[in-house]
């Protein structure tokens, strides 16, 4: 199961109460992909969610939306009008968002959740992403509103004619999921941001051992390869006795790094001294190549 379908599962065992319902039913409703005079059309591939949005409209208003697929719809002028003057909205050629409905805490929590419910989708593939999407501007515009005073101000833009809000902050999307009721996917979110950034210290690591070996592996051949032409040239033999050791160190110890080579120099050397003898046998190798 993907992320989202998680998260509405989870949002879809949190019970209905008489004081919510309303609530959560109207951001069903007003994230639906078309609610209007001439007629319901509410998607969702979630059984759950689908047997949640025909409980409200069964059992608040008394209306019977049809399921076909994945879609309730409902095209009966007298049970849309119903539904209509349910909320108050007699007159009304559109259903904006009543605030009186979302005043307190809990109806805020429920209204939000029947929107995720029907408008929601969450990514965590590349980077974080939440979005609700609703054909209405004006929805969008109140709603944003809305977060806005919970402290949970969202991005808006327009795609495809659509109207979307989104947050791209992991720490944005825990607080909306958790204002929603489904903490235990805001939980889970947070371990997800944990385990990609330890994942990602890891890399980070492994990129700068593997990029630091490579450059270690780089200057011993090149230094082994000055050693080899010195001792070609019978030049190895006359050099000072502290290049000889060098070069007999580095020869028997072709894999050290410099601070093994001064861990296993005998004697004691510091890494810039040995550092600069093997620059001096580099030097030594490339003019006798000449």
Request: glycine share 6%; aromatic share 6%.
């Amino acid at each position: 199961m993907s992320f989202t379908t998680d998260i509405k599962s989870e949002l879809c065992h949190i019970p209905v109460t008489d004081d919510t319902a309303m609530a959560e039913c109207l951001g069903m409703l007003l994230f639906a992909g078309q609610f209007s005079r001439e007629g319901l059309r509410l998607q969702s591939e979630m059984q759950a969610v689908r047997r949640r949005a025909q409980f409200f409209l069964n059992q608040c208003m008394d209306v019977w939306p049809e399921e076909t697929d994945t879609i309730l719809q409902l095209w009966d002028p007298g049970e849309v009008a119903r539904i209509f003057e349910y909320y108050g909205y007699e007159r009304e050629s559109s259903l904006p968002l009543n605030r009186a409905l979302v005043e307190d805490e809990q109806s805020r929590s429920a209204f939000l959740r029947g929107a995720f419910l029907i408008g929601g989708y969450v990514s965590t593939e590349k980077g974080y992403h939440l979005e609700l999407v609703t054909p209405h501007y004006h929805v969008a515009r109140q709603v944003s509103s809305l977060l806005h005073e919970m402290e949970l101000p969202a991005g808006q833009m327009e795609r495809r004619g659509i109207h979307v809000l989104y947050y791209k902050d992991s720490g944005a999307i825990e607080d909306f999921l958790s204002a929603c009721g489904a903490t235990g996917a805001a939980m889970d979110l947070m371990l997800k941001k944990v385990e990609r950034e330890l994942r990602n210290d890891v890399n980070r690591r492994v990129n700068c051992e593997t990029a630091n070996l490579t450059k270690t592996v780089g200057a011993a051949a090149k230094q082994i390869a000055a050693i080899e032409r010195l001792e070609a040239a019978g030049l190895l033999e006359k050099l000072p006795a502290p290049l000889q050791i060098t070069a007999q160190l580095r020869i028997n110890n072709p894999e050290m790094s410099l601070n093994e080579l001064c861990a296993a120099y005998p004697g004691t050397i510091s890494k810039p001294g040995l550092n600069n003898r093997l620059r001096r046998l580099v030097q030594l190798g490339e003019e006798a190549a000449k």
